[in-house]
C-alpha cells in the first residue's frame, strides 16, 4: 500500500479534534476514519487515483457532524473545513482540491458517478458500512475493485474488529 507522506495527519487530526463534536471514537470518529484511509489507499492502487485526495477525503469526510444520524450538510462542512485549513496543514493543487470537496460534499448522496478518485473515497466509505450493521452492497460502490467479494468480506471484518489500522496515527489522549 502507498502511504502518503506529505500530508501531516497527526496536525490535520489534531485541528479536527479542536472542532470535534461527537464521540472521538463513536462510528463517525478516528477508527471509521482510519479504516476509510486504509480501505481507499488499498482501492487506489488498482486505478489511477490520487492518493492525497483519498487520505484527505479520510479525514474531512464525517468531521463536521453535528450528530451520528440525519446530518445532510456534514460533507461540505467537512470540505469546508478542508480548504480552511489548506495551505496550512496541506498544499493541494486547484484540481485535487475540486476533487477533494465533490468526494466530501456528495459521498451520502448514493451516487456511482464520478471522478475515478472520488469513486474510491465513497467506495472507501461506503466499505465501512458494517460497523453500523450494514453490509455493503456492490450496487452501490464504484470500482471493480471494491465490488470484489473478497473486498467487501474483509472491510467488513476490519470494521466489526472496529481496527484502527496503522494508516492513521492514534491519538491516545483523544480517547
Known sequence: ???????DKQAILIAVHEQYRLNWRGIH??????RVMYNGLLLA???????RVVTLFALFHDACRFNDGHDPQHGSRGAALALSLRGKLFDLEDQAMDL?????????????EADVTVQVCWDADRLD?????????????????AK???????????????????CLPDLPRYS
Not at 45 to 51: F, K
Not at 100 to 112: F, I, Q, S, V
Open 29 to 34: 470518529g478516528v477508527e471509521h476514519w482510519a
Open 45 to 51: 492502487e488498482h486505478v489511477d487515483a490520487d492518493p
Open 100 to 112: 477533494l470537496h465533490d468526494a466530501c460534499c456528495r459521498h451520502t448522496h448514493g451516487l456511482t
Open 129 to 145: 458500512l458494517e460497523r453500523v450493521g450494514i453490509t455493503p452492497s456492490p450496487r452501490y460502490l464504484c470500482t471493480e475493485q
Open 148 to 166: 470484489l467479494e473478497d473486498v467487501i468480506h474483509r472491510a467488513c471484518l476490519r470494521a466489526c474488529a472496529n481496527e484502527h489500522p496503522d
Open 1 to 7: 500500500m502507498r502511504l502518503v507522506k506529505e500530508i
